[in-house]
């Protein structure tokens, strides 16, 4: 197995542009998960999904962010307008709901976003 | 209010002695799970081990052992033998399975394994 997919794994972009973080969960996985880290303020969580159904947003920052899961296999974290703020590594995790591993998060090697 | 309390940002530890990173949490969910991961200077998050909080046993993975003491709600991971390769951030999380498996980390404690 790949393990989990993210791209890009670096972006660099200006502020008002708008950025969009992609990521693969493993086969198999129902549950993904969008982390931030930032220095200040360690691993937040964004927003997660369970069965492509988005659980609990309350982490996103605000309006300028949004998640979707259209299918099993791929999820998109968007920023719109993009803020020097936003200036972090996404992480993108997924897990099984049950059975063996259910209590696993797989990491990605996460996307580093410098927003200038 | 934070769930999830690891009260050491840093630690400088010299090679070869035991380890114990405190972590601390907050849950009225009686059904719930702890992890530890470990994320060295490279970046990747790597999972150390898992305790559940109807298991009886602490839990063991070779070097790392999760001391489990329910009633004050901790799960300090213990890292016996420290070599080198366990300079690294470490980070505590939990897992709440009766809101919607809902997943949270600690702010991490930094390791420095000295020669």
């Known amino acids: 197995d790949a393990g989990v997919i993210q791209s890009p794994r670096h972006e660099v972009t200006e502020m008002g542009q708008e950025v969009t973080l992609r990521c693969k969960p493993i086969s198999g996985h129902n549950s993904l998960f969008w982390y931030r880290q930032t220095m200040m303020r360690g691993l937040e969580l964004l927003i997660y999904?369970?069965?492509?159904?988005?659980?609990?947003d309350s982490g996103m920052p605000e309006d300028r962010f949004s998640a979707k899961m259209p299918n099993a296999s791929f999820s998109t974290l968007k920023i719109q307008p993009s803020e020097p703020r936003d200036s972090a590594v996404y992480f993108c995790?997924?897990?099984?709901?049950?059975?063996?591993?259910?209590?696993?998060?797989?990491f990605g090697a996460g996307s580093r976003l410098t927003v200038l | 209010a934070q769930k999830i309390t690891q009260t050491q940002p840093g630690m400088f530890v010299q090679e070869k002695e035991a380890v114990t990173l405190d972590c601390t949490y907050d849950?009225?969910?009686?059904?719930?799970?702890l992890f530890w991961y470990k994320q060295p200077s490279s970046g990747e998050m790597i999972f150390l081990i898992y305790q559940g909080s109807y298991d009886q046993q602490n839990a063991t993975e070779g070097r790392y052992s999760l001391n489990f003491q329910k009633a004050r709600k901790s799960a300090n991971l213990v890292i016996s033998a420290s070599q080198l390769g366990d300079s690294a951030m470490y980070f505590c999380a939990m897992r709440e399975v009766n809101r919607d498996d809902k997943i949270i980390f600690g702010k991490g404690t930094r390791l420095h394994i000295l020669p």
């Open positions: 849950t009225s969910d009686p059904s719930y799970g």
């Open positions: 995790a997924s897990s099984p709901l049950s059975g063996s591993g259910a209590n696993v998060l797989t």
């Open positions: 999904f369970n069965n492509n159904v988005p659980i609990d």
